[in-house]
């Protein structure tokens, strides 16, 4: 009988520390998962120091590495914890969009709400789409407060052109929870359609999302594409 390769420890948390979590193939982030042992005299301290400050353990996803060193004291207990929300999102993502499958702003909308209607800092989505609004990459491109000043097309656009496609579609959240846009949503939607004019990508849509809902600047008309 052949059973799946197991992975050392030390390989594991080195390549999480190294590397990052999201460079796990499936067996070896199952292998990490699986495999987690910790004193309990730790995880008693652990959970005392984390849930004087938090009350739900979903902070975890917003946490940054010097929030989470801090918690879980060394870097070997913090590639575990990096390795359990990345086990997190793969599990959660067979209820998401898949790359190459057929879009509508609908599905877009709901999608994102679902991915990062919670934020707690604007970030901006790039979906890139071929000729037949097919999904050939997703990605993050900006965080942070996102303006004229902060958020510019080429950058967009220099990572629509290394997927060749045709067509872009963007989205990006407000924390408030509030998805009606401002005049920099509207200013950001027009540089980027005219900039696509230009370049020879289309822009088909700018959506916006919150905590439970979205809005399609498409949609609504609130923008000629």
Not at 5 to 22: C, H, M, P, R, V
Not at 51 to 68: A, C, I, P, R
Not at 152 to 174: D, G, M, T
Not at 182 to 205: C, F, H, P, W, Y
């Amino acid at each position: 009988m052949n059973l799946a390769k197991t992975y050392s420890e030390k390989y594991l948390i080195d390549k999480i520390n190294k590397f990052g979590a999201e460079t796990l193939t499936e067996q070896e982030l199952l292998d990490t998962v699986l495999s987690v042992k910790l004193a309990k005299t730790f995880t008693k301290q652990v959970i005392r120091t984390y849930f004087s400050e938090h009350k739900t353990v979903g902070d975890l996803k917003y946490m940054n590495n010097d929030d989470l060193l801090r918690i879980f004291k060394t870097p070997d207990r913090l590639a575990i914890v990096k390795a359990m929300r990345e086990f997190s999102n793969r599990y959660k993502k067979s209820d998401n969009v898949i790359l190459g499958q057929v879009l509508s702003s609908e599905l877009v909308g709901r999608y994102l709400v679902e991915k990062i209607g919670n934020y707690k800092q604007e970030v901006l989505v790039c979906l890139c789409l071929d000729t037949k609004n097919q999904i050939l990459n997703e990605k993050i491109i900006f965080k942070g407060t996102l303006n004229s000043a902060t958020v510019h097309p080429r950058e967009i656009f220099k990572h629509a052109l290394n997927y060749s496609c045709a067509r872009i579609l963007v989205v990006h959240n407000h924390p408030s929870g509030n998805v009606q846009p401002s005049q920099n949503d509207l200013n950001l939607t027009k540089r980027l359609i005219a900039a696509g004019k230009i370049i020879g990508i289309e822009v088909i849509d700018h959506i916006i999302v919150g905590k439970e809902s979205y809005l399609s600047l498409a949609e609504e008309r609130i923008v000629e594409f």
